[in-house]
């Protein structure tokens, strides 16, 4: 009885200490290709550690940004280990999902790594039900045993869907997507007392979605300039509106560039202003996402170097 009482302490304490940290900035590294094509696991780690020595204290593995959906499955367990291990004293959560098998797989060899917990990617499945829906979130998060979050993107679960997710016990945050601030504030106002409402769109949404009773944002941001992303989220704890409105205006275009063709460009314009500000060798990026034009990366390099006043 004592021991089990001591189980359920830590692991309380290490859902809140998880959920603590989800208020802040969730850092999604990209994963570098060499010119062969192949993941760059001493470039991976200095990505990774150049986003923790800004004071970045939670990363995610395995991110969209991380060309997820492009990386083999040995691809993915290596990128988890090698994240793991650059992060240090920071704590790494691991995106997850595709076929249950496969998940489970991740999630064992995460824990083994010591995996602070999992994100669980938006199912891509043409057909899917409710019920489907929750047996998934439910089965993924049964064995991950450490705390959850719920990526929503593409089309939103059902009322009945969201309100089992929240209730499975190591749920602690809900990663919202969906360029919907209306939907966003329903869910913060449906859930928020249960679970982390997080922005899940970066710095471009991250003050619309503050103002609607979220906490926390994504970015991708903090692989090219992680001063930025710290000053932002620095300026909407402190309730400084003002500042996080200048910086907003500082990111905007950058980001605005990442969203254009449908988001075509997230990834790619991550890596060629790295590219252009030295931190990367080269910014290849797999199929089907395609590198930008030489345009684009004349315009991308405009919008970064307004970055230089504000010492980034």
């Not at 039900?129 to 929750?134: A, F, Q, R």
């Not at 869910?187 to 949404?205: R, Y």
């Not at 994504?218 to 400084?240: I, M, Q, R, Y």
């Not at 980001?255 to 988001?263: A, C, F, L, T, Y």
Request: hydrophobic residues 45%; aromatic residues 8%.
């Amino acid at each position: 009885m004592f021991q089990r009482g001591i189980e359920v302490l830590m692991s309380t304490l290490v859902q809140e200490k998880l959920a603590s940290l989800l208020t802040g900035i969730s850092a999604i590294p990209i994963t570098p290709f060499d010119h062969d094509g192949a993941v760059d696991f001493d470039e991976l780690s200095k990505v990774v550690r150049r986003i923790t020595d800004a004071h970045v204290e939670l990363i995610i593995a395995c991110g969209n940004t991380a060309e997820y959906s492009s990386l083999t499955q040995d691809e993915i367990l290596g990128v988890t280990a090698a994240t793991i291990d650059a992060a240090r004293d920071a704590s790494t959560l691991v995106g997850i999902g595709g076929d249950v098998r496969t998940a489970l797989e991740v999630i064992e060899h995460a824990v083994g790594l010591g995996a602070a917990g999992f994100m669980v990617h938006a199912p891509s499945h043409a057909y899917v039900s409710d019920t489907g829906l929750i047996d998934y979130y439910t089965a993924l998060s049964d064995a991950a045993g450490s705390p959850v979050v719920v990526y929503v993107r593409g089309q939103e679960p059902s009322q009945a869907v969201m309100e089992r997710i929240v209730a499975i016990e190591n749920v602690v945050a809900i990663k919202y997507a969906r360029p919907d601030l209306m939907g966003f504030a329903r869910l913060v106002e449906n859930f928020g007392s249960q679970v982390v409402p997080v922005c899940g769109l970066a710095e471009s949404w991250a003050p619309f979605f503050w103002l609607a009773g979220g906490r926390g944002f994504t970015s991708g941001l903090v692989n090219v300039a992680p001063g930025l992303s710290v000053k932002l989220l620095n300026a909407l704890t402190a309730g400084d509106y003002a500042t996080a409105r200048e910086l907003w205006l500082l990111i905007k275009p950058f980001e605005q560039i990442r969203e254009r063709n449908g988001n075509a460009l997230n990834v790619p314009a991550v890596k060629e202003a790295m590219r252009q500000r030295g931190y990367l060798q080269n910014a290849y990026v797999r199929p089907p996402i395609s590198a930008l034009t030489i345009e684009e990366s004349v315009e991308l390099a405009t919008a970064i170097t307004a970055w230089d006043a504000a010492g980034e």
